[in-house]
């Protein structure tokens, strides 16, 4: 299989190197995600390449074929710096088996740009650029306890997360969400641990609709008087959505939480599917790291962290028509305008 | 296969009595460089057990495929019942009449017997079910296969439906020949039948030869063994270096004598 | 049919009575655990359906009457459904001896067809249905020519077809998914496989879990009643000897995938019925799940033996494993354990059985 995946990932490399619009002359730069078919990642994709045409830059993309694929990501790697780039941005699908390939690069003299998922140690990259998934769980968090108010210490939580492995984004965001609702959240890296009595359960989605409405049928059946669902993205709660109006609970008596802020996302927060999310920015994401890579090669300049974190904070915004006091958010006409997908 | 029709008077052994079923003439095969068939001729009369023997690579595999349809030859006639023919694949063959029980006996183990027995010319059952639903009829199927069975003598075989993998390998060679003799109008070309059988199973599948050639049915017999070919043979075809080097009597000729000619180290009769 | 049923029944009796065939012939199928071999060879369904029946009994004890429900267990078909649809299709394709990679993007490429040219090209509904339809048709048939005709393995084949589907997923749905409330606007035909029927004592069964189990007669029909189904089992079994007995073993090779992409394609309208918007991020996993219900169905990946009803159960057997642990309070990774534990034994029993004929 491992040999099939290499064939496969260079055969996406390829596909990625022809799709750029060669230009000679132009400086290379590249743009590495975990998987072609997210939204997320294909948002990013057109910022970069919106900002990379506005610069002259010439943009390479390259993909995994699934999440978790390291392979596709090192080669794409390699290719860029026999290319002569001057420097990319990744969303590694490994945080740490990347790191000696990004190494390899930075030797070169590349400037490496980790988008949305830190790497692990976090400076192993010249610079990253990300969302703070715990802060965008701890919104929706604190947003549904102060939804329920004084309600919250009877509360049922379903959590709907990604997949049994827990990658990064997928603890981050779980452990937030709990820690902004106000539960004891032990070991803040480690999903499943917490002994709060008011979590049901926890189930994988896949981050996608069948896996999100099979996931909530099943907490449904363990605890039926369920009553909130943090779900780890939209695709995920609008399936949840679906299990809860097979059994009569889309009436608003159950609250169903997200993170991503994609626009098909933010029009289920208007229908009234989802209760909050928290909107994040991947598009401005790629086109700063654009931007800072241009900025590398002409200045010598390496982009800065936000003060108090380890990265440069892009952002994340509650969305919701339902506000509550101290939580600061957005609606969703104004998530509308800012959404990606 | 080549076009021109040769006039049946090119015959270069000319045979007294009946007409043959099947009569080939200069049948030409070559894979590259090497010569398969090197204008070989061959003739089954009517009624008889004719058996093919051979060196290893004398071509009598060749020949018999050409037979069947299996191989298309380069030149050369084939005439069954005294009409030309030419064979594009081995569904021809059996539409002309000619069955062929494989070496491998060309059965699906995971079928029952009367699947394997029906395979690729199912029977359907009449009226709308079988026209719109294309029900198959098992019941005929079945009724079919078992009377087949016991005319052969094989009504020990009890259940029609078992699977042909639980048989023994002389039960699945009977079932193959049993499906050859149901649907032979013709000829049954047998390639090796005995090769694999033990001594027990080998008479069986012998007597199993003889009962249908008492049905009146021409058989061609591909085989190795002298034993069983000199038991059951009527007459002999001897092959070799890719053609017919002569056809004998197995009553005018011992074992022995046949391997030395098969073999080159005896000279053919007529030929001294 | 009568007849069929007679026949079967006198299965075991048939293996028995082979001892007392032509008397030279020998037999060696001796002793309670070849009897056992026999019995299971003959009923190849059992062993799935013991374990299944198991499963029940050991949730029920172990999560009581949450599990064992009429609600609960017909929430475990509901959730097997587009597993089981994808199941039937790639239960024809094993039993080929192929296998099909590419059922699970097919499945996707038809919904997001459907849901795409009717919610956002504005194709009438029916149009868009039945293009749907076509589409996977159109991919099973190429996997077909390129496995018979162009005779590559289905492996390597599948793989190829893979990505491409995979691919034209994300170019047709430019990576969006077409929400459930437009669709129930628009197109409500489309969530039609999601329309609930209930039955007595809260059990509610869906319209794709009905179409399911209608869908499976009817391959079960084919595969045992007409002469396209036994030349299915043929090829798969041992394909020279279905050419030389006069099967088309090419023709049957592309109606094998040609059918299995139009029955995608229907899984592709249950998969909208069930999360109720067209997605080209659903169904990530349900090609491997669909794989696995064959295999503990108890069909052979070495082809031509093996059966539909078996491949229910086998997904029923699968649903019910990660309910049954999910309710019992079982973490995930134990589930994906358990059902990889599951795949072994299948394998290795089928393994055991097909050695009666050795």
Redesign the interface.
């Given at each position: 299989m491992g040999r099939?995946m290499k064939i496969?990932a260079a055969?996406a490399v390829m596909m990625g190197l022809m799709g750029g619009s060669a230009t000679y002359g132009q400086e290379i730069v590249g743009l590495i995600t975990k998987t072609?078919?997210?939204?997320f990642f294909?948002k990013m994709r057109e910022g970069a390449q919106a900002k990379a045409d506005e610069l002259g830059l010439q943009l390479r993309t390259a993909a995994g074929q699934f999440d978790g694929d390291n392979d596709s990501q090192v080669a794409a790697i390699e290719n860029l710096i026999s290319a002569g780039a001057i420097g990319f941005a990744i969303v590694p699908s490994d945080s740490s088996a990347i790191v000696p390939t990004i190494q390899q690069a930075r030797d070169a003299g590349l400037l490496v740009i980790v988008l949305d998922t830190p790497l692990d140690p976090i400076d192993a990259a010249d610079a990253t650029f990300a969302t703070d998934n715990r802060k965008a769980g701890q919104l929706i968090g604190e947003w549904a306890a102060g939804t329920l108010g004084d309600e919250a210490a009877n509360a049922k939580i379903a959590l709907l997360d990604l997949s049994?492995n827990q990658p990064t984004v997928d603890y981050l965001r779980n452990q937030g969400f709990l820690e902004g609702f106000g539960v004891d959240v032990k070991d803040p890296n480690l999903i499943?641990d917490e002994d709060d009595p008011r979590i049901c359960?926890?189930?994988?989605t896949?981050?996608?609709?069948?896996?999100?409405?099979?996931a909530m049928?099943?907490?449904l059946?363990?605890c039926p008087d369920i009553n909130v669902v943090y779900t780890i993205n939209e695709?995920a709660a609008?399936?949840a959505?679906?299990a809860l109006r097979?059994v009569g609970k889309d009436d608003g008596s159950v609250l169903i939480v997200s993170v991503d802020g994609g626009?098909?996302g933010v029009?289920?927060v208007k229908?009234g599917?989802i209760g909050a999310t928290s909107q994040q920015y991947p598009l401005l994401m790629a086109s700063m790291a654009m931007e800072a890579i241009k900025n590398f090669a002409e200045t010598g300049e390496k982009p800065t962290v936000t003060e108090g974190l380890d990265f440069f904070d892009t952002g994340a915004t509650l969305v919701t028509d339902a506000p509550v006091e101290g939580v600061e958010s957005i609606d969703t006409d104004e998530g509308m305008e800012l959404c990606w997908? | 296969m080549s076009m021109d029709t040769q006039p049946a008077s090119l015959s270069a052994t000319p045979i007294a009595g009946p007409n043959p079923i099947i009569e080939a003439r200069g049948l030409v095969k070559r894979y590259g460089r090497v010569v398969a068939l090197d204008h070989a001729d061959f003739d089954l009369m009517p009624g008889e057990i004719l058996a093919v023997i051979g060196d290893n690579g004398a071509g009598k595999s060749t020949l018999i495929k050409a037979l069947c349809g299996a191989v298309i030859p380069d030149a050369g006639t084939i005439k069954i019942d005294g009409s030309p023919v030419h064979f594009a694949s081995p569904m021809d063959a059996r539409k002309a009449g000619i069955e062929t029980v494989y070496q491998n006996l060309a059965l699906s183990p995971a079928l029952s017997i009367a699947d394997n027995m029906f395979l690729g010319r199912e029977m359907r059952k009449g009226g709308p079910f079988g026209r719109f639903l294309r029900l198959l009829d098992r019941g005929e199927m079945n009724r079919r296969a078992r009377a087949k069975l016991s005319e052969l003598g094989l009504m020990t075989i009890q259940n029609i439906n078992q699977s042909v993998e639980t048989l023994s390998g002389g039960q699945r060679q009977g079932v193959a020949v049993a499906r050859a003799a149901a649907f032979g109008s013709k000829v049954v070309i047998m390639d090796e039948p005995t090769a694999a059988l033990g001594v027990k199973e080998s008479r069986r599948v012998l007597e199993l030869i003889l009962d249908v050639k008492r049905r009146g049915l021409p058989i061609v017999l591909i085989s190795h063994n002298m034993p069983h070919v000199f038991e059951v043979a009527d007459r002999i075809h001897i092959h070799r270096l890719g053609k017919r080097l002569a056809v004998i009597n197995p009553k005018d000729f011992t074992m022995s004598d046949a391997v030395a000619i098969m073999t080159g180290a005896m000279k053919p009769p007529g030929m001294t | 049919m009568s007849d069929d049923a007679a026949g079967s029944t006198l299965a075991e009796k048939g293996l028995n009575a082979g001892a007392h065939d032509v008397a030279s012939f020998e037999d060696t199928r001796h002793g309670p655990l070849r009897r056992i071999q026999g019995f299971l060879h003959s009923y190849p369904t059992a062993i799935p359906f013991i374990v299944l029946i198991v499963g029940i009994l050991i949730f029920t004890i172990a999560a009581g009457t949450r599990f064992f429900a009429p609600f609960n267990l017909s929430l475990v078909l509901q959730q097997v459904t587009i597993i089981g649809v994808l199941g039937i299709a790639q239960t024809l394709i094993i039993l080929t001896a192929g296998i099909d990679l590419s059922v699970g993007a097919i499945m996707i490429l038809s919904s997001i067809v459907m849901g795409r040219l009717s919610v956002v090209a504005g194709v009438p509904v029916e149009i868009s249905f039945v293009l749907g339809l076509l589409t996977g048709l159109a991919c099973g048939f190429v996997n077909g020519v390129l496995v018979a005709l162009v005779r590559l393995p289905p492996f390597i084949v599948t793989l190829g077809t893979w990505s491409i589907y995979g691919a034209l997923i994300i170019l047709i749905s430019r990576s969006e998914t077409i929400r459930s409330q437009d669709i129930a606007a628009i197109a409500p035909m489309l969530q039609w496989m999601g329309a609930r029927v209930a039955l007595g004592g809260g059990a509610i069964l869906t319209a794709g879990s009905i179409v399911m189990i209608l869908l499976a007669c009817l391959v079960w029909y084919i595969l045992n009643h007409t002469a396209f189904g036994r030349h299915i089992y043929a090829t798969g079994d041992d394909p020279e000897a279905a050419r030389l007995a006069g099967i088309n073993t090419k023709a049957t090779l592309i109606g094998v995938y040609s059918i299995a992409g139009l029955i995608c394609a229907v899984a592709g309208w249950v998969v909208i019925g069930r999360i109720g918007a067209a997605s080209p991020l659903a169904g990530q996993n349900a090609n491997l799940d669909a794989i696995t219900a064959v295999v503990i169905g108890g069909t052979s990946l070495f082809g031509g033996r093996g059966s539909i009803i078996g491949t229910l159960i086998g997904a029923l057997i699968v649903g019910i494993f990660r309910n049954g642990l999910a309710l019992a309070g079982v973490d995930v990774l134990w589930q994906e354990f358990a059902v990889g534990g599951l795949i072994i034994v299948a394998v290795t029993i089928d393994q055991w059985i097909r050695k009666i004929s050795a």
């Open positions: 099939f496969a055969g072609e078919g997210n939204p294909v049994p499943g359960g926890s189930e994988v896949g981050g996608a609709e069948d896996g999100g409405r099979t049928e099943t907490l059946q363990k695709p609008a399936g959505y679906e097979a626009c098909p029009q289920n229908d599917v997908g | - | -």
